[in-house]
């Protein structure tokens, strides 16, 4: 592998051939019967600035992949970068210098503040830990920090049982820009929330992606929220990467017959409009991942004998469309993956 792509530097986040496998045990001795590929191959790029959505059915592999670029799960294989710079291997003092510019919103704002921290020490942890500020310059920074996600500035003495998930979530965020990052994966951060709050969270992100120029992976299942925020998507079935487009090209004109049954699955807000029904043949099961074909192979209506044996690649469609299937109409050859 050629780590000096010129194609890499383009890109504050680069992943290729990322795989994370799990060890399926069976039998008294727990021998290893197969792997369970929750990550399996992919590859794909985010430019800086860009707000890019992961979407997918729950168990698709969407946060397995955000906590693998972090390295908070070591990924079995593969390469990442970050700015230009391999990351696949870093570890101890090198790997937290990094951490400073990659940070993480959780879904669950409730499990992930420590119930027993107040909100000034959960926010200034990250600033003691990497030696940024102390004393009253941290306590400073701190209510600066709650400012900016709409809280106020007293609450840092305040704990998380006091708070409404809306204001823990923005307590989670603050942590997240603590340290002023230039990327953030935001892991479902609406999903546990009332639709109300979600869009003032959201709006919340913007807001800062707009004061602190911050790059974004969006990861969510919810379509319409995707939709709304994210400037190109990418579509997950069961570790695999089956569609890479802009948002309004990918909603318009959605080429993988997964895609097109997710989007079929979006319920229209009005009784009026009939939409033609989707079907699938049957539920996936876990021998699903041990197939050498297309993993939506026995899903799909559209099979054929091709999707059974061969797994389809990535094929450029153009206009930065990419989609992995058979019968999807292709215009170009196989794409570069350092192009993704």
């Known amino acids: 592998m050629d780590n000096n792509i010129s194609s890499i530097k383009e890109y504050l986040v680069s992943v290729k051939n990322l795989k994370k496998y799990y060890p399926l045990k069976k039998g008294v001795l727990s021998r290893i019967s197969g792997y369970l590929k929750a990550v399996d191959n992919i590859t794909f790029s985010i430019k800086k600035g860009e707000i890019l959505g ?11 992949v955000g906590r693998c670029i972090l390295r908070l799960v070591e990924p079995t294989e593969g390469y990442i970068w970050f700015n230009g710079a391999d990351i696949t291997n870093l570890k101890g003092i090198k790997l ?3 951490r400073k510019n990659m940070q993480i919103v959780f879904q669950d704002p409730d499990s992930s503040l420590n119930p027993r921290m107040s909100v000034g020490a959960i926010i200034g942890e990250a600033l003691q830990i990497h ?13 600066e920090l709650l400012s900016v996600v709409g809280l106020e500035p007293n609450h840092m003495n305040r704990y998380p049982h006091e708070f409404s998930g809306g204001q823990k979530q923005r307590i989670g965020i603050a942590r997240a820009i603590a340290l002023n990052p230039k990327f953030i994966i935001a892991d479902e951060p609406v999903s546990a929330l009332d639709v109300s709050i979600q869009a003032q969270i959201i709006n919340l992100l913007y807001d800062l992606q707009e004061l602190y120029g911050l790059t974004y992976l969006f990861i969510a299942h919810d379509l319409s929220l995707v939709r709304h925020i994210s400037d190109r998507v990418i579509v997950m079935f069961q570790g695999k990467i089956v569609e890479i487009a802009s948002t309004v090209k990918l909603f318009e004109d ?21 939409r033609e029904k989707y079907v699938v043949n049957k539920e996936i099961d876990t021998d699903d991942y041990q197939i050498k074909g297309c993993y939506f192979y026995k899903r799909c209506p559209c099979g054929m004998d091709v999707c059974k044996d061969i797994q389809p690649e990535l094929q450029d469609l153009g206009n930065g469309h990419f989609v992995a299937c058979h019968i999807a109409e292709t215009a170009h050859s196989n794409i570069s993956e350092n192009n993704i």
């Open 54 to 64: 992961l979407v997918g059915e729950s168990g698709c592999g969407k946060t397995t």
């Open 131 to 143: 030696h940024i500020a102390t004393g009253k310059q941290k306590s400073e920074r701190i209510r």
């Open 254 to 274: 959605p080429k993988h017959p997964y895609t097109q049954f997710l989007l079929a699955s979006v319920p229209i807000p009005d009784p009026s409009v009939k």
């Open 96 to 98: 937290r210098e990094i």
